[in-house]
């Protein structure tokens, strides 16, 4: 059974900084390319940042510079460093995986293909990140 788990979401004050971590199960994890998403009240699910298994990365214009995600093979594990914080960022963030694409793939295949999954094989339940102004 495929599980990722969200956790490291919470409040905090524009400017601040925030780490989301996502531990994954049930997949061979190297073979996959990860990513975030992020869904803000009344708006559709976008793609902010994006890993493949040879740490290439990929992220959305309104997140480069600020936002930096990592992965630990050997742990299963996905960060996202979110720093600079807007309110704008508010969101629910979500962890998904899916095999065999690169980070420039996964982005473009986000965009590209409609809900319920956008492209993705597996998907967390989201941690919730609240920025106050």
């Known amino acids: 059974q495929v599980q990722l788990v969200e956790s490291g979401g919470g409040s905090v004050q524009a400017g601040g900084s925030l780490r989301l971590s996502c531990a994954a199960s049930?997949?061979?994890?190297?073979?996959?390319?990860m990513g975030w998403f992020r869904q803000a009240p009344g708006k559709e699910r976008e793609g902010v940042a994006f890993?493949?298994?040879?740490?290439?990365?990929r992220y959305a214009d309104s997140v480069k510079g600020r936002f930096t995600t990592t992965r630990d093979n050997a742990k299963n594990t996905l960060h996202l460093q979110m720093n600079s914080l807007k309110p704008g960022d508010t969101a629910m963030y979500y962890c998904?995986?899916?095999?065999?694409?690169?980070?420039?793939?996964?982005?473009?295949?986000?965009?590209?293909?409609?809900?319920?999954?956008?492209?993705?094989?597996?998907w967390g339940k989201g941690t919730l990140v609240t920025i106050s102004s």
């Open positions: 049930g997949i061979t994890y190297s073979n996959y390319c």
């Open positions: 998904a995986a899916v095999s065999r694409l690169t980070a420039s793939q996964a982005f473009g295949v986000s965009a590209a293909v409609p809900p319920p999954n956008y492209g993705m094989d597996y």
């Open positions: 890993i493949d298994s040879d740490s290439n990365t």
